[in-house]
Nanobody, 121 residues
Framework: VQLQASGGGLVQPGESLRLSCLAS????????MGWARQAPGQGREPISC????????FYADSVKGRFTISRRNSENMVYLQMNNLKPEDTAVYYC???????????????WGQGTLVTVSS
């Protein structure tokens, strides 16, 4: 399993970023996918999930209403549109896999290399 996250960078508060993840090495279209983040000195926090059939999505309260997850099964891609970014969103963002088709199957153990998002004025 390989998860290549990209799209991070340095932005000012209130700005937007779009993260992308290219997945390979497994049956992408059959698995829920998500994003998690790890802020400096903190543990990893799952923040969003999308099921394999592009159905009901999950968002952590900290990002609800500002972030949108999407996927394109034909290209093995998952995206995270992040709007109205805040300094507390600063973290390394990881693309994540789940154990089954739905988000309630739980996170699997594949994380990839992550992409750094820094929100600062």
């Amino acid at each position: 399993v390989q998860l290549q996250a990209s799209g991070g960078g340095l932005v000012q508060p209130g700005e937007s970023l779009r993260l992308s993840c290219l997945a390979s090495g497994f049956g992408f279209r059959h698995y829920a996918m998500g994003w998690a983040r790890q802020a400096p000195g903190q543990g990893r926090e799952p923040i969003s999930c999308i099921p394999s059939n592009d159905g009901s999505t999950f968002y952590a309260d900290s990002v609800k209403g500002r972030f949108t997850i999407s996927r394109r099964n034909s290209e093995n891609m998952v995206y995270l549109q992040m709007n109205n970014l805040k300094p507390e969103d600063t973290a390394v963002y990881y693309c994540t896999t789940y154990r089954g088709s739905y988000c309630d199957t739980g996170l699997d153990d594949y994380w990839g290399q992550g992409t750094l998002v820094t929100v600062s004025s």
